[in-house]
């Protein structure tokens, strides 16, 4: 399978499942809104979504990859599968004790969270009781983990990017069932969307391994043996799961640091979705695809076919990212009008959200490489390399929200968390230019330019439409009206996008269709 069509197939999974992710925030908040209850339910996610950004969309590709197809080469297909039953096992019992450990602590884990929570008010219980519902999908992530990485070491990336369709599905069903019952913003609503999380990630568990047990190397028992296989897979595997869960732990420092202000952590918390649109599908793409891409390209020993696999990451990446967050910079206000302002999320709630998106998206392209960059040093089995410099950039977001939330608020922490992008990205370039890991094709350095100059053309053109459209039409009254207005202006701005691409030469229409009909 090519790197264009898995990236494509990956994709389409991971943009199908943000957008049903998209349709139940905008659900949430509608039932929701932004406030007191709001906020002690999206600290408690902060859980369940560190351990699905940590492990259930990928992060554990960059260690389990390169491993099983190493023993497969050396050892045979026996072995590699006696590898991932004793990785799926101890994975399994130490993520159940984690779960465990996370509900009987609860309290001191919100503390940690949000320690704004702590004083008078309802904030603080309310989160205790949602992390205690909602950590149960805690175990099932690893399983899920574990199960995705052998789908894809076997280029299977279809079934595991299903799986995440599948649990935004039945988070999306169970939005639309409360919203359907009219349901109110009550702690009882909060309480089953909690609950959700686990009957979601058992959905996901159903679809994927079903999947893998249809493989030659599906898992005959489970094993907790530790061999040194598998001792070797966990010590790569967590600097790999820490830098992967970067992102997530930016977030969850922004969060910390706006909890003495209400509402500021539901206003993060939606931005951060609409951010995590395009960095979700160039993640899940690079661990699913380019990881084991660029690891064969490695053992074969040929320099050019590593040098034209980073090429081609690098210019996914960054053909993904510069205009998602161009658009994201100019349509701040319309993206989140059109898709939260109903219900209980008032036009202030909106301002503010388009702030924080507005700030956080400069950082799109920067985290996108350093996805990318990572994802070559993981094919060299150095997992520690990315997670040290991605620590580095996690320092930046820390210290830039102290220094900027006092005077700009959750917008300061939204700019602190873009600039932090920049800076591992940065870092980790240098760091594999100078080992001679990074090289680029002389086609890659032609492109480049190109797929800038054509994103500049998009936001002139997307800019220009969304200045007519607002002193033409008055659509803030309507939902309606707000959405199909977006729809237009991000239809309008792709074509331009695509046309611009090859106008510039970067690449056709005929072949990205091809990408599409491309078979396994």
Same mark, same amino acid.
């Given at each position: ?31 929701? @809104? ?8 999206? #600290? ?8 699905? &950004?940590?492990? =259930? ?12 197809? &190493? ?68 175990? %099932? ?25 599948? *649990? ?32 979601? @990630? ?26 040194? $296989? ?8 967590? $600097? @790999? ?9 930016? %977030? /969850? ?33 690079? #661990? ?10 490695? &053992? ?12 081609? #990451? %690098? ?12 658009? !994201? ?6 993206? #989140? ?7 209980? *999320? ?5 301002? /503010? ?11 799109? $392209? ?17 997992? &520690? ?28 922490? =939204? ?18 230019? +100078? ?11 032609? +492109? ?7 994103? *500049?053309? /998009? ?20 939902? !309606? ?6 729809? %237009? ?15 510039? @030469? ?9 990408? *599409?009909?491309?078979?396994?």
């Amino acid at each position: 399978m090519s790197i264009t069509r898995g990236v494509v197939t990956v994709g389409a999974g991971t943009l199908t499942s943000r957008l049903l992710g998209f349709l139940r925030d905008a659900g949430v908040a509608a039932v929701l @809104g932004a406030g007191a209850l709001s906020d002690a339910y999206f #600290a408690a996610l902060q859980i369940p979504n560190l351990f699905r &950004r940590l492990l =259930a969309e990928g992060a554990l590709n960059s260690a389990f990859v390169p491993m099983s197809m &190493r023993i497969r080469e050396e050892n045979g297909a026996v072995e590699a599968r006696r590898f991932a039953e004793r990785a799926l096992g101890a994975m399994a019992a130490s993520l159940f004790g984690v779960a465990v450990l996370c509900m009987l602590f609860a309290p001191v884990i919100v503390h940690v969270l949000a320690p704004g929570f702590s004083g008078a008010g309802e904030r603080f219980p309310l989160a205790v009781d949602f992390v205690r519902l909602s950590v149960p999908y805690v175990a %099932l992530s690893g399983i899920v983990a574990v199960a995705s990485s052998a789908l894809n070491a076997e280029g299977r990336v279809a079934a595991a990017a299903l799986g995440l369709v599948v *649990f935004n599905s039945v988070l999306v069903i169970v939005v639309l069932t409360l919203i359907a019952s009219g349901a109110h913003a009550t702690a009882g609503t909060a309480a089953v969307l909690s609950a959700a999380m686990a009957v979601a @990630g058992t959905a996901q568990l159903v679809c994927v391994g079903a999947a893998w047990m249809r493989l030659d190397t599906r898992p005959r028992r489970l094993s907790l043996r530790l061999t040194p $296989p598998v001792r070797q897979f966990f010590r790569q595997a967590i $600097p @790999g799961v820490v830098a992967g869960g970067i992102p997530q732990l930016k %977030l /969850m420092a922004g969060a910390m640091v706006a909890s003495s202000s209400q509402a500021a952590v539901s206003w993060l918390y939606y931005a951060n979705r609409l951010y995590e649109l395009p960095l979700g599908v160039i993640s899940i793409a690079i #661990a699913s695809v380019l990881v084991p891409a660029i690891a064969a390209s490695l &053992r074969s020993g040929d320099g050019n076919q590593a040098a034209g696999a980073q090429s081609r #990451a %690098l210019e996914i990446a960054l053909a993904l990212s510069l205009p998602s967050a161009v658009a !994201f910079a100019v349509l701040s206000e319309a993206i #989140a009008g059109g898709l939260f302002q109903r219900g209980a *999320f008032g036009p202030r709630d909106t301002a /503010m959200v388009a702030g924080a998106l507005a700030a956080i998206s400069a950082g799109l $392209p920067g985290h996108s490489l350093e996805k990318v960059l990572g994802a070559v040093s993981f094919a060299h089995e150095d997992t &520690r390399t990315p997670m040290y410099t991605a620590l580095c950039g996690l320092a930046t977001a820390i210290t830039g929200a102290l220094i900027l939330f006092p005077e700009y608020g959750h917008v300061g922490i =939204a700019a602190a968390i873009a600039l932090s992008g920049w800076v591992g990205a940065t870092l980790l370039a240098l760091i594999l230019w +100078r080992r001679g890991w990074l090289r680029l094709e002389v086609t890659a350095w032609q +492109r480049l330019p190109r797929i800038v100059l054509a994103t *500049f053309v /998009m936001g002139a053109v997307v800019a220009a439409g969304n200045r007519l459209t607002v002193s033409l039409f008055d659509v803030s009254g309507s939902s !309606f009206a707000r959405i199909t207005t977006l729809v %237009l202006l991000v239809v309008a701005g792709l074509a331009v996008y695509l046309l611009a691409l090859q106008a510039f @030469g970067v690449t056709s229409m005929r072949g990205l269709v091809a990408a *599409f009909q491309e078979r396994f």
